[in-house]
């Protein structure tokens, strides 16, 4: 399973957040620390806020920060609005795949397993377990 920019995206930007407490971060200062792009943050901020991730301040001075506190962001939870796309192979999205096996086939039924398994294991995870060591990760990262 990999995930895409985008999940990757949110996830970075969550975590900038979660190392913030009490602060209100921009997507500049984001962008800056990782050195990518401020319009896909933009887009990346405006679905965090959607799903209620985030937090976003408008006007001078204003910024982002976490609508929850980061125990209560589950990574599974992220991933499952982030990502668009679970079909890891054709029959996943189509049952009238082009396919010849798929009348027969078992890889489907096991792929399944271990797209579960995957978000099962990121279920167990939360913002505050990925930023436990805040002051390693915040030496890191520009201000």
Same mark, same amino acid.
């Given at each position: #399973? ?12 969550? #975590? ?6 009490? =602060? @209100? ?5 984001? /962008? ?9 943050? #933009?887009?990346?901020?405006? =679905? @965090? ?5 985030? =937090?976003?301040? $408008? ?41 010849? @096996?798929?009348? $027969?086939? $078992?890889?489907?039924?096991? @792929?399944? $397993? ?21 002051? =390693? ?5 520009? /201000?």
């Amino acid at each position: #399973m990999r995930l895409t920019v985008y999940s990757d995206f949110s996830l970075r930007l969550l #975590m900038y957040a979660a190392l913030r407490p009490g =602060e @209100l971060v921009t997507i500049q200062q984001v /962008a800056d620390a990782y050195g990518i792009s401020r319009n896909h943050l #933009m887009k990346v901020a405006f =679905e @965090l806020g959607r799903h209620g991730f985030l =937090e976003t301040v $408008r006007g001078r001075g204003g910024g982002l920060r976490l609508a929850r506190p980061p125990h209560q962001i589950g990574l599974g939870e992220v991933v499952r609005k982030t990502e668009d796309d679970f079909n890891l192979v054709e029959c996943f999205a189509d049952a009238n795949s082009g396919c010849v @096996l798929t009348s $027969r086939c $078992r890889l489907k039924g096991a @792929l399944s $397993r271990a797209l579960s398994a995957y978000l099962a294991v990121l279920d167990e995870y939360t913002l505050a377990d990925l930023t436990k060591n805040r002051a =390693e990760l915040a030496g890191l990262l520009p /201000a």
